[in-house]
């Protein structure tokens, strides 16, 4: 509506809609901004940049350069209104969180030359439709309109309309038109500053942009003149030079460019620069300028390095972009991976894509290797773990204390976080485990079919690619998916939770030292830069599965965050025990108690206990009450449990409620089948079991339950990797695509098709062929050790 509005005024309505908004008192406009809207925001001191992204929420003082790309549509002639609606409402909210937004802008010139070419080609229609009659119309010609005329006609327009966008937002605008001579004479500097200031002082947004009207033409390079000095040569240089001027915390500057690559847009190797810093210039190729605008990405680098030199952090990013237009000055503003930062801070290792790059190559290496020698590695890393378990348990003490003293984390994280000497030889027997199930894992022949005489096709089994796994506070969870990472020939990225750091950077040096026995020590990596999981999930070109090991809330955080790439797990567990009206007595004390008591935090915890009616008011019932009773679990009735019951425990909330805790919700069915149907409605298709010796009744449910794993008379603690015999598991899915339940080595495999011919081609099979079809089935007892020299 907002669009619609303005542009169906005439710039003379916007002009007079403005005029009518300067009326507003000071007192107005200061109760624009209420006390609940004002964020705590704290500058840096001048002279010193921000030196990570993380750091960029704490900006006070803002520029925001909009570029010529950015403000003009692709034709070059008008506005792109749609654009700049959704930078005005993003600049306008920063402004009421008690940000002092300043605006450096183009566009007077493109708005100046929709509105002239109009006045043109209405004064040319009336003249020929006078003299030469309405057959002519479709000849004329324009002329050639001169840019200082464009800019005087569009400055007043262009204000106009940033005055009625901003309106909408209960903020106030004001214009500046700036030279060089602005700059360079001292008096004028100053009042340019004291405007300046006094107006951020009453939360108006200055809107500054160069007087084009009448500025000369620049100088061939002559836009930088020293560390003290910038000319304004373009937009560019005045926000480098306006920001520095202001003391800005930062400076966006938005282009048609995703930020800084290391060689031009568009070239096969160019790839997009994360963190630049000043000393890495000369390793940079420049390409052209963009399509409008005197400047190019060598002229905004320039003006970058001069304004972080003095003081001001830089992003440089994309304001372009339909799918990120809408948030890409809030999301650089909260510290995303967005557009390029500037740093004058020298990154201390590799960019986690140069990570990714390394373990690819080398997983590539890994995945060639003789069977026998993966399963070398995954020995040695048991080895290791055993010989140097007093590092490890140091580290993790390390840890431990960091975690208790800061008070941060809960018994039962703190309980994942701990190892012990017990624990770590659990890890080494598993990880033995899976070194025997690697012999035969990557090059297996699924499927072998003689598709006709001399041609032979295969499938064969291959790793998925690269692998991020993402834990939280459970250290162990390092040499058990990269020993599977391993075996199964995967690259890997692991990104461990900051609780666990000294013991992951232990752990994770032992893994490299197993790997660095055949030569792949880089084929596990372990990201240890300041990166935000949210930017992980966003390198789909790079990853090619992410697999969550940690809580429900970190699971639905990934699958929400991740960008074309597929994730492996599941967000609950919310895990059902049925008690048929057939149960043992003993069995059921047994399995309800561990199911619920013996790791109550974990995902295969049962949180529901469904009773067949008939068992109600019966001594089993009672035996099952008494038994939650004495291991203190908190009982929540489910509704019709509680009408049942004169006085009944606190009622659930929700029957879709994962407690991870002593505590269970209780609810009575009719028959097993509302026991499934209420299974299917409020499960998570994690884990469900049957408890009866009625068989018929056992199978009817093992068969309708739509779970990854449903068990019959055994504890939903079994839905385990190590207990499956898997040796260990990065973690249970509940997807319905590739693996399902416990995921162990077989779920980190995929395969690819073989075709061995003998100049074989489609032709031969056609009607005029002389080959046919056979499509026999072979035996696939043989197993490929290389699959990569097929």
């Not at 605008?293 to 994309?318: D, H, P």
């Not at 990880?431 to 041609?455: E, P």
């Not at 994962?658 to 009575?668: A, F, G, N, R, T």
Request: hydrophobic letters at 40%.
């Amino acid at each position: 509506m907002l669009l619609q509005r303005l542009c169906t005024r005439s710039p003379l309505d916007l002009q007079r809609h403005v005029c009518r908004l300067l009326i507003r008192t000071p007192f107005k406009l200061q109760n624009a901004y209420g006390k609940k809207d004002i964020i705590s925001i704290t500058a840096t001191s001048n002279g010193s940049s921000f030196a990570y992204r993380s750091e960029l929420r704490h900006a006070k003082r803002i520029v925001v350069k909009l570029g010529s790309a950015v403000v003009t549509r692709g034709d070059e002639c008008g506005l792109a209104l749609g654009r700049l609606a959704s930078i005005v409402e993003q600049v306008a909210m920063l402004q009421n969180q008690g940000r002092e937004m300043m605006i450096v802008t183009s566009g007077a010139v493109a708005f100046g030359k929709q509105r002239l070419r109009h006045e043109i080609l209405l004064s040319q229609s009336v003249r020929q439709a006078l003299h030469s009659g309405h057959n002519q119309l479709k000849d004329m010609a324009l002329p050639v309109l001169e840019a200082r005329a464009c800019a005087a006609a569009g400055q007043s327009g262009l204000m106009a309309l940033y005055e009625a966008m901003f309106t909408q937002y209960s903020t106030c605008t004001a214009q500046i038109l700036v030279t060089n001579l602005d700059f360079h004479n001292d008096d004028k500097r100053q009042n340019l500053n004291s405007t300046l200031r006094e107006l951020l002082r009453m939360n108006i947004v200055p809107i500054i942009n160069t007087n084009d009207a009448v500025v000369s033409a620049p100088e061939p390079n002559s836009d930088l003149q020293g560390v003290n000095v910038i000319s304004i040569k373009d937009n560019d240089s005045l926000a480098a030079r306006l920001a520095v001027e202001m003391k800005a915390d930062l400076l966006i500057a938005l282009s048609d460019v995703e930020g800084l690559y290391d060689s031009p847009p568009g070239t096969d190797d160019a790839k997009l620069i994360d963190i630049f810093y000043p000393g890495d210039q000369q390793s940079i190729t420049f390409g052209t300028k963009s399509r409008v605008g005197l400047g190019g990405m060598e002229a905004k680098v320039k003006a970058a390095v001069w304004a972080l030199q003095s003081g001001t952090s830089v992003v440089i990013a994309n304001g372009t972009h339909p799918k990120v237009t809408g948030h890409v000055i809030t999301d650089i503003v909260e510290g995303k991976k967005v557009g390029t930062f500037f740093t004058e801070i020298k990154p201390a290792g590799p960019t986690v894509e140069q990570q990714t790059e390394v373990a690819r190559s080398c997983g590539r290496t890994l995945a060639s290797l003789h069977p026998g020698q993966r399963g070398e590695i995954i020995c040695q890393l048991a080895e290791l773990l055993t010989e140097r378990k007093e590092e490890i348990l140091a580290a993790n003490k390390m840890d431990m204390d960091l975690a208790i003293n800061a008070g941060s984390l809960s018994a039962a994280l703190l309980k994942r976080l701990s190892l012990s000497p017990s624990k770590l030889n659990s890890l080494a027997i598993g990880l033995r485990q899976i070194a025997v199930a690697a012999q035969d894992s990557v090059g297996r022949v699924l499927r072998r079919t003689r598709v006709a005489h001399n041609l032979v096709l295969e499938q064969i089994t291959v790793p998925i690619g690269v692998l991020l796994v993402i834990f939280e506070a459970r250290p162990d969870c390092l040499p058990q998916v990269s020993a599977l990472a391993i075996a199964s020939g995967n690259a890997l990225l692991l990104k461990g939770g900051k609780e666990a750091a000294n013991t992951n950077r232990v752990l994770h040096q032992i893994t490299q030292e197993a790997l660095s026995m055949h030569g792949v020590t880089d084929a596990v990596q372990l990201v240890s830069t300041r990166e935000e999981v949210e930017d992980l999930c966003r390198l789909d070109k790079m990853i090619d599965l992410i697999i969550p090991r940690g809580s429900s809330q970190l699971v639905r955080e990934i699958q929400r965050a991740a960008k074309g790439i597929p994730v492996l797990g599941h967000s609950e567990g919310i895990c059902h025990v049925y008690i048929d009206t057939e149960a043992d007595i003993d069995k059921v004390i047994k399995i309800v108690r561990d199911s619920k008591c013996d790791y109550p935090a974990a995902c295969n915890s049962m949180e529901t206990l469904l009773i067949h009616r008939d068992v109600l008011r019966t001594p089993l019932f009672d035996q099952i009450i008494d038994m939650l009773r004495t291991e203190q679990v908190k009982i929540h009735a489910g509704p019709q449990f509680a009408s049942y019951l004169t006085f009944s425990p606190s009622e659930a909330k929700s029957l879709r409620t994962e407690y991870s805790d002593l505590e269970c919700c209780l609810e009575v069915v009719d028959s097993m089948q509302d026991a499934v149907d209420h299974i299917h409605k409020y499960g998570s298709f994690h884990t469900d079991t049957i408890i009866t010796e009625n068989e018929d009744t056992a199978e009817k449910f093992l068969h309708q339950v739509d779970s990854a794993c449903v068990f019959w008379n055994a504890s939903s603690r079994f839905a385990d990797g190590y207990r499956f015999g898997l040796g260990a598991e990065v973690g249970i899915s509940t997807a319905r695509i590739h693996a399902r339940g416990p995921v162990g080595l077989e779920g980190l495999l995929t395969s690819k098709w073989v075709l061995r011919g003998d100049g074989h081609t489609a032709a031969d099979f056609s009607d005029h062929g002389t080959m046919t079809y056979l499509h026999e089935n072979l035996p696939v007892g043989e197993f490929i050790c290389n699959y990569e020299l097929i």
